[in-house]
């Protein structure tokens, strides 16, 4: 049994993301017409010639495998002007937006605010008991980090990456509170 690289699942599935099109000049969304599939029809020249007629590669099955050029190509259709390409799975973008309701807790990252993440990674927060997918990335004003991410039931939230926590045993002999009555003083 042959087994489906993820791309080809997303491509069959029509998740396709918009791209330039040649025969319109504009970029739009792309529409998974169907797979092409080599012809075992003979070419009018092999009739011509008196070569010998060579047989294809055959499989431990005895079946004829596709020669490499054969494989992965797919006809996508442009939304906007119905022109249909031939185009290799390399000249595909997809769309790889998660949803974090096709997600399993063991499928995921366990979310510590120690960590740092990406757009697209999958997450588990223990303490919320839900899955989610990190959806922004941004940094606040103090300089810390912080992550969006989209859980099944609470919805969007906010949660902090790339925490440095620093223990007692390595803070100067000074407290924070020392430091501002001496400034205050003068």
């Known amino acids: 049994m042959k087994v489906e690289s993820r791309k080809r699942q997303f491509i069959l599935e029509g998740k396709i993301k918009a791209c330039f099109c040649e025969g319109c000049g504009q970029t ?3 529409v998974f017409v169907g797979e092409w599939m080599p012809s ?21 099955n005895g079946a004829a495998a596709l020669s490499p ?17 031939l185009l290799k799975e390399w000249q595909i973008q997809i769309d790889r937006d998660i949803s ?18 990406a757009k697209g990674d999958a997450l588990y927060h223990q303490a919320l ?3 989610g997918v990190v959806r922004e990335k941004q ?14 039931k609470s919805g969007r939230k906010q949660l902090l990456e ?5 223990p007692a045993k390595e803070k ?5 509170t020392d430091i501002i009555k001496l400034k205050l003083r003068r």
């Open 69 to 85: 050029a054969a494989e992965n190509q797919y006809w996508i259709r442009c939304a906007a002007c119905n022109q249909v390409h």
């Open 28 to 30: 739009t969304d792309k």
């Open 100 to 117: 974090p309701d096709e997600l399993n807790p063991e499928e995921c990252q366990v979310y510590s605010p120690h960590g740092i993440y």
């Open 162 to 166: 790339n925490v440095r926590v620093t």
């Open 40 to 60: 075992n029809k003979p070419k009018d020249e092999e009739f011509l010639s008196t070569a010998p007629v060579k047989k294809g590669k055959e499989n431990k």
């Open 129 to 131: 008991g839900e899955v």
């Open 139 to 152: 940094s606040t004003g103090s300089g810390a980090y912080v992550i969006i991410v989209e859980f099944c």
């Open 172 to 176: 100067s002999a000074e407290s924070i």
